[in-house]
């Protein structure tokens, strides 16, 4: 009986999570990747751009926040081909999910651009630093130390919001284990392994993001998070 | 208003640790009925460490605490509550409860651990405030009110739960000096009315004209006490007086 | 254009019933997540090391799982395996509840922790009992101080409420799609679910915006 049961996950469970595991990795960094680069250009728009372009930054931000992330996949997924484009599920929950989670990296990037305070452009525009400069050598490094903790922890969102491409039948992690538990009806021991796994995923970026956090921590950009 | 009769505290060789670091060294006071004993010495010497370990909100390593005569079993949940309703404490900081008006703080104690009645709790709390010289900020939020306001809110809600002695831990330290006079005033008001008080501070003046005896401690140790004409008189070869000339080249006191 | 229109027009009623589901089963989740939340919280700032870790791989599991993955769980699993029949709507309620225990006992032990120690010293000199003073002292200006923390807790339950669709919970989310399969209208529909899910969200964080000023005293605030 045990031993039945030991086979079926060694056998049939193991290869299955595997591959959705890969296949939520492989949903999971790019997303991360575009989302970042969503925030910050949305971020630098909303808070150095000029007023039209200010607006769009706004409101992509409050409708991606504002919109349940469900709602966006199908939107993606359904609504799209009535205008004549067709993604498949993954493709759709990658532009999903990169889309959704830059409008969350935007409130953290901008709120950590806004924390700059005057003085230190001054300062950067008192020993000669031209506006690039600026950027580079001021800007940006206190910027994405005050941002870190918030861009990381939605990181750590998107790995579990993943779980909703199975929705939109891209058959990831969540899908695998949807596919086997029906089949065989042992939703308790499919479901706790997929579990796990995401478990292990989520506890792995925290520490890579912690790990990131301390390389990079200067005295008085500490930041308490719950 | 000194009476000869038993102690009505006494703290026998109290020790503390915090991990290695040995804060009081079998430190021992005894106070009888209407005396004020103040405490003074170099700051991290242990002052506070030590009153907060007689009403155990630092439980000390070995020693005891005997008031009116009963040790206090501080284990005991029930004994260790009475004994806390019993002995007042200022702090240096306040503390008091931001979500309460300077009302509520003073009665907040007689209702919830008196078990007072709200209508004669309020009643006593503004007789308090009366006292302190603030029933018209009654319904001011702490943060509404000066620090010197603030210490004699704090003041007066220790007072209300009738305490037989009091603690006062450098009352004043945290005022702005021209606030300092009011909180000085009130604490004087206590003393001529026969508080038993045990106070650290750092304003000599103050401690000359109000102690029975002044206490030096450093280091954890009791080093001197005597009365301050003994400690302080000119001439006195003692660790006190060139503490207190110290601290006068400094601030000018 | 104009269909699509008229197809939203006769589905609002329909949607906006289902919209009242969703804010139930949010509304419930949080109190039922509020409820073991707080023992949770006290445990994690006053409890011993045992129970603090404890409390600790309790967040850390209930925050580490995806949502979808939980409902799945207890609904199809659990709960069939323990031969208890439930409906769907409380699984969705319950598994709600669970996780937001979780957020909500961070949200409570990140305002206990940033009132001053003084607090609880100045109480306990009172004569207080632990508890009296974890009850009278500490925890009414925890509470106020977390109302930013509900908030943003209401709108992200809110908005996960549209997942429990993948349990069959007649809520916003089933209706629209229910709508869409027969209309064909997808992008109509899912627009307006997901303005109707903004509305929804703005009422309530205006609500307990409200409820901030109205609780709020000087210098009890972040
Ligand atoms: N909870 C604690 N943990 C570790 N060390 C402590 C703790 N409380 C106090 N100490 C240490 O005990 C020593 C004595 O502190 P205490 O506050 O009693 O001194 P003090 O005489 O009141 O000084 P001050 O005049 O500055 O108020 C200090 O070195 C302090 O660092
Ligand atoms: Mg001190």
């Not at chain 1, 049939?12 to 591959?19: C, E, G, R, W, Y």
Request: proline content about 3%.
């Amino acid at each position: 009986m045990i031993m039945d049961e030991l086979l079926y996950i060694q056998n049939d469970v193991m290869p299955a999570l595997m591959k959705g595991t890969w296949i939520s990795v492989l949903l999971i960094v790019p997303s991360a990747i575009f989302g970042v680069c969503m925030g910050v250009l949305s971020a630098t728009a909303r808070v150095y751009g000029h007023r039209v372009v200010k607006f769009a930054g706004d409101t992509y931000v409050l409708l991606f926040r504002g919109f349940p992330l469900l709602i966006q996949l199908y939107i993606w997924y359904f609504g799209l081909p009535r205008m004549g484009i067709y993604l498949s599920p993954y493709w759709a929950s990658v532009v999903t999910f990169s889309l959704c989670s830059g409008a969350y990296q935007s409130e953290y990037i901008r709120g950590a651009l806004l924390s700059i305070k005057q003085g230190q452009l001054a300062g950067a525009r008192a020993i000669g630093f031209t506006q690039l400069q600026t950027v580079v050598h001021v800007v940006l490094p206190q910027a994405l130390r005050r941002a870190l903790p918030g861009c990381g922890n939605e990181i750590i969102y998107l790995i579990k919001y993943s779980s909703l491409a199975y929705m939109v039948t891209c058959i990831e992690l969540t899908g695998q284990g949807k596919i086997l538990a029906s089949a065989s009806f042992k939703y308790v021991e499919v479901f706790s392994i997929v579990g796990a796994v995401y478990l292990l995923l989520v506890s792995m970026a925290t520490w890579i993001l912690n790990s990131l956090e301390k390389r990079f921590a200067i005295p008085g950009f500490e930041q308490h998070q719950a | 208003m000194k009476t000869d009769t038993e102690p009505i505290l006494e703290i026998n060789h109290v020790t503390k640790s915090f991990g290695t670091n040995t804060i009081l060294h079998d430190v021992s006071l005894s106070i009888k009925k209407g005396e004020i004993k103040v405490i003074i010495g170099p700051s991290g010497g242990g002052k506070s460490t030590f009153l907060q370990t007689v009403n155990f909100l630092v439980m000390p390593d070995k020693g005891s605490i005997t008031l009116a005569g009963n040790r206090v079993n501080p284990s005991d949940k029930r004994e260790l509550c009475t004994h806390r309703r019993q002995v007042g404490m200022i702090f240096q900081d306040f503390n008091l409860f931001d979500h309460l008006t300077a009302l509520a703080n003073v009665e907040i104690g007689m209702i919830k651990v008196l078990g007072m009645k709200k209508k004669a709790a309020t009643e006593r709390a503004m007789a308090e405030l009366d006292r302190v010289g603030l029933k018209d900020q009654a319904n001011q939020y702490p943060a509404q009110l000066s620090g010197g306001q603030k210490q004699r809110v704090s003041i007066a809600r220790a007072l209300a739960m009738d305490p037989r002695v009091m603690l006062l831990d450098e009352p004043t330290s945290a005022l702005d000096p021209e606030l300092i006079g009011e909180v000085q005033s009130v604490i004087r008001d206590l003393g001529k009315g026969g508080m038993t008080m045990i106070m650290a501070t750092h304003q000599i003046g103050f401690a000359r004209s109000l102690a029975d005896e002044i206490i030096f401690m450093e280091k954890g140790r009791i080093v001197e006490q005597g009365s301050p004409d003994e400690l302080l008189a000119q001439g006195a070869a003692t660790r006190t007086r060139d503490f207190c000339a110290r601290i006068a080249e400094i601030g000018g006191e | 254009m104009i269909k699509s229109l008229l197809v939203i027009q006769q589905g609002l009623p329909y949607m906006l019933q289902g919209a009242v589901v969703n804010v139930i089963v949010v509304l419930s989740a949080m109190l039922f997540g509020f409820m073991l939340g707080l023992p949770l919280a006290v445990g994690q700032v006053y409890g011993n090391r045992f129970l603090r870790r404890i409390i600790g791989i309790y967040v850390w599991f209930f925050r580490g799982i995806p949502l979808l993955v939980f409902l799945f769980l207890f609904y199809f699993g659990l709960f069939t395996w323990l031969d208890i029949n439930v409906s769907a709507f409380m699984v969705a309620t319950m598994v709600l509840g669970l996780i937001s225990s979780a957020y909500q006992s961070q949200i409570l032990r990140g305002a206990i922790s940033s009132l001053s120690q003084g607090q609880m010293k100045a109480a306990r000199a009172l004569g207080m009992s632990d508890t009296k003073a974890i009850v009278f002292i500490i925890l009414p200006q925890a509470f106020r101080l977390s109302i930013p923390g509900w908030t943003n807790e209401y709108a992200i339950l809110l908005k996960d409420s549209a997942v429990t669709y993948a349990l069959g919970v007649t809520e916003l989310m089933s209706r629209a799609h229910h709508i869409a399969s027969r209309t064909y209208e997808h992008l109509a529909i899912y627009l307006a679910a997901g303005f109707i899910f903004l509305i929804f969200t703005y009422i309530g964080t205006k609500a307990l915006n409200i409820l901030h000023k109205k609780v709020t005293i000087p210098g009890c605030s972040q």
